[in-house]
């Protein structure tokens, strides 16, 4: 598939991505935007140096002003390290970040001025004015003790951070090919154990997904969404690999 990466791209009518292909690591970071009505959700907005090509291709769908909310999944630097400088061009003083608490302690430190909504004080979920509902699933330990994933409703989509990310020269956005070696050496290097990582893969089953849209590597879509939670179940991975 042939897509500019210089620019943002449709996933769905409502759905953006907005991230940065990073050509020096293999590891690319995928931030999002998605938009209901006048109201925009900005979802793991990135690292201090993907900043100016991230705020560009967000300003390229959306005025930051109509940001109203920031989720963040983990606290990791290249999921939220430029929270601070983003706040300040969204300049948006109803701006609400979205974390678990036990993240929410740690991206404190980022220097942080805006509202924080912490998912397992408000029912792990967020409604929107629309009725909306996105609903922020509490994955801990993968990889961080605060780390959520989200699910929205609406479109059977589900955000789910560093999980089914992937490490890969020949990134494409939409996953091709083979798909899931690059998932392997992702997950082998940055989740504890299979334990964890196949006890949350049996509450994904719950979920009807038509999609699944990681922090980093690629969307994955359609019959490949189960073929990559039944591969996640049977790998070992973290503390597994050094026993």
């Not at 909504?117 to 699933?137: F, V």
């Amino acid at each position: 598939m042939n897509l500019d990466y210089d620019s943002a791209i449709a996933v769905l009518r409502d759905i953006y991505w907005v991230g940065f292909e990073e050509k020096e690591t293999s590891l690319h970071c995928n931030s999002y935007i998605l938009i209901d009505k006048d109201e925009v959700v900005f979802i793991d907005p990135g690292s201090i140096p993907d900043f100016p090509s991230i705020m560009r291709k967000v300003i390229e769908v959306v005025s930051p002003e109509a940001i109203s909310t920031i989720i963040v999944g983990h606290q990791d630097p290249d999921v939220c390290g430029n929270l601070a400088i983003v706040e300040d061009v969204i300049d948006n003083p109803d701006l609400k970040i979205v974390a678990h608490s036990n993240t929410g302690r740690l991206i404190y430190h980022y220097g942080l001025k805006s509202e924080m909504y912490y998912s397992d004080r408000n029912d792990n979920k967020i409604t929107l004015k629309s009725g909306r509902e996105l609903e922020l699933i509490y994955s801990p330990y993968l990889h961080s003790p605060g780390a959520i994933v989200i699910y929205d409703k609406k479109t059977k989509s589900l955000f789910s951070s560093d999980i089914f990310g992937a490490v890969s020269e020949n990134w494409e956005l939409f996953a091709e090919g083979d798909f899931l070696e690059p998932m392997k050496v992702f997950h082998e290097l940055y989740m504890p154990s299979n334990q964890i990582l196949k006890n949350f893969m049996m509450k994904l089953e719950k979920y009807d997904i038509d999609r699944i849209l990681p922090q980093h590597g690629s969307i994955i879509e359609g019959e490949d969404v189960q073929k990559a939670i039944d591969f996640l179940k049977t790998l070992p991975c973290g503390i597994d690999l050094l026993e």
